[in-house]
């Protein structure tokens, strides 16, 4: 077995967003802090990063929180950005307070448009979030659209042809699978992630994407009657699944 990493308590709880290391030992004086059931006294101590941490250690009376390497998974509303770049609201905002201060950080892992909802993965692993989203991996994601007009019959074909060229672009979308589900609904699966790549792809045969939704990403699937604006966090099999067949 590998080494297990150990880190200083304050050190610790700092990077977690909790507060500074003067915080975190004015906290332990005021036994905010219990690890085993016992008081933390000095926050100097060293603990072992294991995964059963949280359920071991309370902060002000509540289990900690999961440690790095954490997936989420989010019903993302309409409305709510991916980007901190961009103005108005942002889906971090529907995480716990304190967490948009750990470091690593949590990102999303790609984006979708601040209008299309569903299924969004953040995480705090780099490595991770990178096997995802990169292009050679090829991951499935798995688009509802509603279309402000009726499809004619020829999209499904050149959405599949593996020649369609979106606007602007030099380079051929790689084939995509639509099953109709009524004359202005459709299921849309992309192995790509270009910008807006399902709007414009309806665009592109003069159709107009009024509402679309993310329904998957590889086998992982947004859990049946989740609100919008919920979220989970994901375990090991689960975030597995993202890179099967899907
Ligand atoms: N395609 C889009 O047009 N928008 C998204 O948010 C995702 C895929």
């Known amino acids: 077995?590998?080494?297990?990493?150990?880190?200083?308590?304050?050190?610790?709880?700092?990077?977690?967003?909790?507060?500074?290391?003067?915080?975190?030992?004015?906290?332990?004086?005021?036994?905010?802090?219990?690890?085993?059931?016992v008081e933390v006294a000095d926050v100097g101590q060293r603990v072992a990063l294991t995964p059963d941490l949280p359920a071991r250690m309370s902060i002000d009376g509540a289990a900690l929180?999961?440690?790095?390497?954490?997936?989420?998974?989010?019903?993302?509303?309409?409305?709510?950005?991916?980007?901190?770049?961009?103005?108005?609201?942002?889906?971090?905002?529907?995480?716990?307070?304190?967490?948009?201060?750990?470091?690593?950080?949590?990102?999303?892992?790609?984006?979708?448009?601040k209008q299309t909802s569903g299924l969004l993965l953040m995480t705090d692993d780099g490595a991770l979030l990178h096997r995802i989203i990169s292009p050679k991996r090829h991951v499935r994601k798995t688009y509802r659209a509603r279309l402000a007009r009726p499809m004619s019959g020829g999209e499904g074909a050149l959405f599949a042809s593996g020649t369609m060229m979106l606007e602007g672009e030099t380079k051929p979308l790689l084939p995509?699978?639509?099953?109709?589900?009524s004359e202005t609904e459709a299921l849309l699966t992309v192995t790509e992630g270009r910008y807006h790549q399902v709007?414009?792809?309806?665009?592109?045969?003069?159709?107009h994407v009024e509402a679309l939704h993310r329904e998957s990403l590889g086998g992982l699937t947004l859990p049946e009657g989740m609100a919008a604006g919920a979220w989970v966090l994901l375990d090991a099999a689960a975030v597995a699944s993202v890179f099967e067949g899907g």
């Open 1 to 37: 077995m590998g080494k297990v990493a150990t880190s200083r308590i304050d050190r610790l709880l700092s990077s977690m967003g909790y507060g500074s290391r003067t915080e975190m030992a004015r906290l332990a004086k005021a036994g905010g802090i219990v690890l085993d059931g």
């Open 176 to 181: 995509a699978e639509l099953v109709v589900v």
């Open 199 to 207: 709007r414009r792809m309806f665009a592109a045969v003069g159709n």
């Open 65 to 113: 929180d999961p440690l790095v390497g954490l997936v989420i998974l989010l019903n993302k509303p309409v409305g709510m950005t991916c980007s901190h770049k961009e103005q108005g609201p942002l889906v971090h905002d529907l995480l716990p307070r304190r967490w948009r201060a750990r470091d690593p950080a949590i990102s999303t892992v790609g984006r979708l448009d």
